[in-house]
């Protein structure tokens, strides 16, 4: 199973918003309403900001957000802050396994 | 709270094997498989894949199958990765995470695999 697409880079300005898209196929992201995205800082462990496409665990700042249309999830970081520069990865339930996409940078400039 | 808590860096010669452990506490462990995922330096994540703690089923993702095995001990709500014929490119850190909505995660076990 291949990896989900996602953009290398992004990055943006504090306050500025930033989407980075996760793109699969039909028998992933496009059938499965189970994405998750996950901000990781190198050496710690990976922290879900969404979850099931849109869903926010508590304590997550609501400047998050998750979508998805057809084989494309999106998430969303509004109002960017410094502490928000790490990896992101998106990862999709495909019937019997899951997929992890590439990983998106994001810098706060 | 959940929390699933992992057995320290092991440094392994290449042929060797190695056992990495993943405690969860805070549920019933029986209720959620346990997935495992690696992160190979430089590389992004990587589901190596997961075992149902109900019925210690597995199923391991493609590149993951014949030397990577799961197994557990429910007495003491433990997963357990092993990897055997260690060969340095199985250097990475490896993660365990509770596959419920969100996953819960552990903090990772760095394998090095170094002659």
């Known amino acids: 199973q291949s990896a989900l697409t996602q953009p290398p880079s992004a990055s943006g300005s504090p306050g500025q918003s930033v989407t980075i898209s996760c793109t699969g196929t039909s028998s992933d992201v496009g059938t499965y309403d189970f994405v998750s995205w996950y901000q990781h800082h190198p050496g710690k462990a990976p922290k879900v900001m969404i979850y099931e496409v849109t869903k926010r665990p508590s304590g997550v700042p609501d400047r998050f957000s998750g979508s998805k249309s057809g084989n494309t999830a999106s998430l969303t970081v509004s109002g960017l802050q410094a502490e928000d520069e790490a990896d992101y990865y998106c990862?999709?339930?495909?019937?019997?396994?899951?997929?992890f996409g590439s990983g998106t940078k994001v810098t706060v400039l | 709270q959940v929390q699933l808590v992992q057995s320290g860096s092991e440094l392994k010669t290449p042929g060797a094997s190695v056992k990495v452990s993943c405690k969860a506490s805070?549920?019933?462990?029986?209720?959620?498989?346990i997935n495992w995922v690696r992160q190979a330096p430089g590389q992004g994540l990587e589901w190596v894949g997961w075992?149902?703690?109900?019925?210690?089923?597995?199923a391991y993702a493609q590149d993951f199958t014949g030397r990577f095995v799961f197994s557990l001990d429910t007495s003491v709500s433990t997963a357990y990765l092993q990897i055997t014929s260690l060969k340095p490119e199985d250097t990475a850190v490896y993660y365990c995470a509770r596959d419920s909505s969100a996953w819960v995660w552990g903090q990772g076990t760095l394998i090095t695999v170094s002659s």
């Open positions: 805070g549920y019933t462990f029986t209720s959620y498989a």
């Open positions: 990862s999709s339930y495909a019937g019997s396994n899951y997929v």
């Open positions: 075992i149902a703690t109900n019925t210690g089923n597995p």
